[in-house]
């Protein structure tokens, strides 16, 4: 019985991701250029570039920032790096990263580009 069960909601599972979409921003940009023949006559020719504004946007001091957090996020090196005030880098020091919870918080807020400072 488990596995039909199993099996059947798999099979939802598979038919209904087959409808999902990308949840990111796609930006178009079309470039037009007018070429003329040998004969006269002026002919249009595009060319269309995809673009992601989230994927551009990555900086040098986000790639730091990310490894900080890494390798030293307990010392809260990364909030060090990236000017947070003073008494909030102690208090992450002395709970250990606000109980481990604000360390996640903060290294999603570094990879999403959303932390104050980057």
């Known amino acids: 019985m488990k596995t039909k069960l199993t099996i059947a909601l798999m099979s939802i599972f598979m038919m209904l991701s087959t409808f999902a979409f990308?949840?990111?921003?796609?930006?178009?940009q079309v470039q037009t250029q007018v070429v003329t023949l040998e004969d006269g006559t002026n002919v249009e020719e595009s060319t269309a570039t995809l673009t992601s504004p989230a994927a551009v946007a990555w900086s040098e001091?986000?790639?730091i920032a990310l490894l900080l957090w890494f390798f030293l996020g307990g010392f809260?090196?990364?909030r060090w790096f990236l000017k947070s005030p003073w008494y909030w880098n102690?208090?992450?020091?002395?709970?250990?990263?606000?109980f481990f919870v604000g360390y996640?918080?903060?290294?999603?807020?570094?990879?999403?580009?959303s932390y104050p400072g980057l």
């Open 22 to 28: 990308a949840s990111f921003p796609v930006e178009r």
């Open 61 to 63: 001091d986000q790639t």
């Open 90 to 98: 102690v208090l992450f020091i002395l709970t250990f990263g606000f």
């Open 76 to 78: 809260a090196a990364h």
């Open 104 to 113: 996640i918080i903060d290294g999603i807020e570094i990879i999403t580009g």
